[in-house]
Each structure stands twice: as structure tokens, then as C-alpha cells.
């Protein structure tokens, strides 16, 4: 009994320093520092990246989240996306253009606003955060000549611009007032395109940190305060590990297929793969592939700046070079080519830089089709020309085996069947006869060319 007591009390005791020395290293497994990468243009897969990684961090307890750019823009739907989880993060976001020879431009620069705190690498640069669809010099602009060399107005700018560039420039400026950076250069850089460098951007008060690697961010980083709904938290980051977190496979489908040249071929295998199968039912195989396909594509037409007009015209010029191949005529082949590549061309705004379809794309999908149109007429016009090889012309001269014969009809085995028949001769069983025409399916034969031409000769 007393040896039970004593086990009782040893396990009691250890599961008490157990449960004392737990806050410990649930503290120890918080010291840590991740990763989150933006590479290229920023599209929905990588709004879809950043929310996981975040959530991620946010579960492990992270001290902080390094969000590294290097970026020339991208949509404005997922940057907005993407700064919504930044500030809404419970986790520090640290923002850090890097390495040396990246950028934050256009969409970058907007997130980099967002981020709890603003870090570049010697070499880089941020700015260019003109909306895309007004980059062009904006008539109506003070100081923007008219067509007729005259400075517009500020009343006469056109009604969408002003929209546009009002409501970019109210969106930089309060995420600037929220994390006390200059937000007069902000504006710039939406009106004017303006950039700046790393060490330019740290004297201007855009951004907190110039960090040569990763390493010195800690450094810097460390012992800095910052606000994490509404309160304030203070940074101890000095000597903690990066861990990166890697994209998961939904953002990785996400980056291949809202790629407008990968979506564009995606519809194109989708539509006709289900042509091919409408044509041949029960091949099964074209149709789920191209069912796939055409799902997929159409999901990311939905992800990215579609216009349907464009679509459309695509999908007009493709039921026109469907009904070239069944009803040939040079004037739908061509009204179907022209129209499909006018859609292609249409098919996606120019909203941002990475989301615009490949010239190469469409114009060797167009040769393609013009390939398989040249391809159907020259087929049809051999057809014209060569000998018919269906119906009752196609059997004439064909020869046949006599099966049996009475008086002037009996049956004969031709082209791989049997047939009635009848002649004006007699004829023995296993003798080869020549089919001279077809009466109400039945084979009138005569006696074989060759064998008559021999008999005469005897």
C-alpha cells in the first residue's frame, strides 16, 4: 500500500511540473520568425498564399511575419485582398523589399504601406503606384497639354480618371496615416508615378529600416514598437530563425492556372474537346478532359479581368470554324478566324503588368485553326475529285464469288456480304463474276473481265 502511495504521489508530482514548465516552452516554440515570399505579379494566387501563411503564423505564435516583395504590381483586387490580411493580422507583418535589385512597384508599394513596419534592401526601389488603366499622362490634369497644346483644367478631367485616381489616392494615404509614414509622397506616387530609392525612401520617413539581408532586418527590428489592435507590442527579434513558408498546393494551381496564357489554353482544350466528342459520341475520353478543362478555364476567367465581350466574339468565331468543318465555305472559315482572334485580343483588360495574353499565344493557336481549316477544305475538294467509294456506284465492277446459282439468280458473297443476285448467264458455284449494277439490293452481275477476256483467247 505504501509503495502505491508513493507511486501516486511521484506521478502526481511530475505531472505538476510538467503542466508548470509547459508555459515555458509553449514561450520557447513562439520565438519564431516566418517567411512569406512575393515573387512577380500579384494575382489571386498570391492573395490565396499570403491569407494561408498568415494563418499559419498566426497559429504557431509567431513573433513576426517577413513579407518579402519584389513585385512590378499586379491586380488591384488581390492587393486589396492582401493588405486586408496584413491589417488584420495578429501577427507583426514586417515588410522588406529584397535582395538587392527588387522592386515594389505599382501593388507593391501599396502593401509595403500596409505592413507594421517598412524595410528595403541596399538597391531596391519603391513607387510607380499608378493605377495601370492611367498611367498613360492623364488629359485634364493641370499642367497636361491638350490636343491642342493648351493646359486643361482641373474641372475638365474625364469623370472615370478622376475616380480612379481619388480613390488610389485616399486608399495609400490612409494606410500611411495608420502607420505614421509620409503620405504626401504617397500621393505622389499614385498621381505622378514618382519612385524612390532605398535610402531615399529612409529619409523621406516611407519606410522604418535599410537591412542589407535578412539577418540585419532582426537587428534593426528588434526592441521596436508596434500596434497590433490597438495595442501596442514591443519586437524581440534579435537572433531568431527564419523559417519560410512555401505556397500550398491550391496557391500553386492558383499561379498556373490564372495565368491568362495557361486560362486562354485551357478554354481552348475545354470547347474542343466537347466539339470532338459531340462529333464521335461514346469516345468519352475528349469530353472529360475537355469538361476538366473548361472548368478550370472558366474559373479563371472569373479570377482575373475578363472582358466577356471579348469571350464572346471568341466563342462566335469557334461555332463558325465548327460549322466550316460540316458545311465548308470560305466566307464562315474566314468570318470565324478573324472573329476568334479579335476576342483573343479583347479577351483580358490590360488591368496590371503580368496579366495580359501572349501575341505568340494567339497567334499560333490562329494558325493552328487556319492549319485545320485549309486542312477540312482541301480534304472536301480531293473527296470532290476522287472516285465514289459509297452506295451503288461504288460496288459497280467490284467482283463477287458465285455462292449458288438457279436458271438467272442465286447468291453471291461480295464486298465481305452476302447478296442476292441475278445475270443473264449461268453460272457455277465458286465461279467469279463482276458486279454490274444494284437493283433494289440486289447485285446484277455478268461474267468477270478477266474471264471472259481469257475464254475468248482459247
Known sequence: MQI?????????????????IRPGVAEENSRLALT????????????????????????????????RLNTPGGLNSSMREIIADVLASPVPVI???APSGAHAASAGTYILYATHLAAMAPGTNIGAATPVQIGAPMPGLPGTPDKDGKDNKAGEKDAMTAKVTNDAVAFIRSLAELRGRNADWAEKAVREAATLSANAALQAGVIEIVARDPADLLRQVDGRMVEIAGKTQHLATKDL???AIEPGWISRLLAVITDPNVAFIL?????????????????????????????????ALNMLPT???????????????????FNPTVVIGVGGLLAFVLGALML?????????????????????FAAFLVAVLGALRRAARGPVLTGAQAMQGLPAEVLDWTGTTGHVFANGERWQARGT?????????????????TLVVRRAAIAAGAGGSA
Open 267 to 299: 478554354l481552348m482544350v475545354g470547347i474542343y474537346g466537347l466539339i470532338f466528342e459531340f462529333m464521335s459520341p461514346g469516345m468519352i475520353g475528349p469530353g472529360v478532359v475537355g469538361t476538366i478543362c473548361l472548368l478550370l478555364g472558366l474559373y
Open 348 to 368: 483580358f483588360r490590360g488591368e496590371a503588368p503580368g496579366y495580359t495574353l501572349s501575341w505568340w499565344v494567339i497567334g499560333i493557336t490562329a494558325a493552328m
Open 95 to 97: 515588410g522588406y523589399v
Open 241 to 243: 530563425a527564419l523559417e
Open 425 to 441: 448467264e449461268t453460272f457455277r458455284s465458286g465461279e467469279t463474276v463482276e458486279v454490274a449494277n444494284i437493283i433494289d439490293l
Open 36 to 67: 512569406i515570399s512575393i515573387d512577380g505579379a500579384i494575382g489571386p494566387a498570391s492573395a490565396s498564399y499570403v491569407k494561408d501563411a498568415l494563418a499559419k503564423a498566426a497559429e504557431r505564435r509567431a513573433e513576426i511575419v517577413v513579407l
Open 307 to 325: 472582358n466577356y465581350a471579348g469571350f464572346a466574339l471568341m466563342l462566335v468565331g469557334i461555332v463558325l470554324l465548327a460549322v466550316e468543318a
Open 4 to 20: 502505491f502511495r508513493a507511486a501516486l504521489v511521484a506521478v502526481t508530482t511530475f505531472i505538476a511540473l510538467a503542466v508548470s
